[in-house]
């Protein structure tokens, strides 16, 4: 395996492990009635930015391990056929993000709307600093559907161009 394709997995497991736990808590916490609590911008906070160190320091750990494990000229090495699953990988995930992001958009508008139809409905389920809390969510959670799409779009490519 190459050194690109370690990292592919090391940036694949640990964003499924660590974001997967984030957003299984995150959905644990707006079921209980989160967003009816004041509380709940501070803890999604601390969560985020604990789950972003964790993130960092696996990535850091595991690539470290990566990188003493690989010879020198394998790690170098970055031929034709990474180059080209990089490029198609990174042009599926921009695909991918674009349509993730006007799916969110059409959605946030159509909330709106409802809002404008009944007011004071969403008002009663969320504060408005908890509401850009679960806003910011989903654009993060946007991306990272995307980043997961280029990772494993990545390791299809290098395997099938093996």
């Not at 736990?21 to 916490?29: H, L, M, T």
């Not at 391990?65 to 990474?82: F, N, V």
């Amino acid at each position: 395996m190459t050194f690109r394709e370690k990292h592919l997995w090391i940036s694949i497991v640990s964003t499924v492990l660590i974001w997967g736990v984030y957003y299984w808590r995150f959905g644990e916490r707006v079921l209980e009635g989160g967003l009816r609590q004041s509380s709940f911008a501070w803890e999604m906070g601390v969560m985020f930015a604990g789950a972003t160190a964790v993130v960092v320091i696996i990535e850091l750990v595991l690539t470290l391990i990566a990188h003493l494990t690989t010879s020198k000229a394998e790690r170098e090495a970055r031929d034709e056929r990474e180059t080209l699953a990089a490029l198609k990988a990174s042009h599926v995930s921009l695909m991918a993000l674009i349509g993730l992001i006007i799916t969110l958009s059409g959605v946030a508008y159509f909330a709106g709307l409802a809002d404008v139809v009944a007011p004071g409905g969403a008002k009663a389920l969320t504060t408005n600093a908890n509401a850009m809390v679960v806003i910011a969510n989903v654009l993060l959670l946007a991306i990272i559907l995307s980043e997961m799409i280029r990772f494993v779009f990545s390791v299809v490519l290098l395997r099938r161009g093996r």
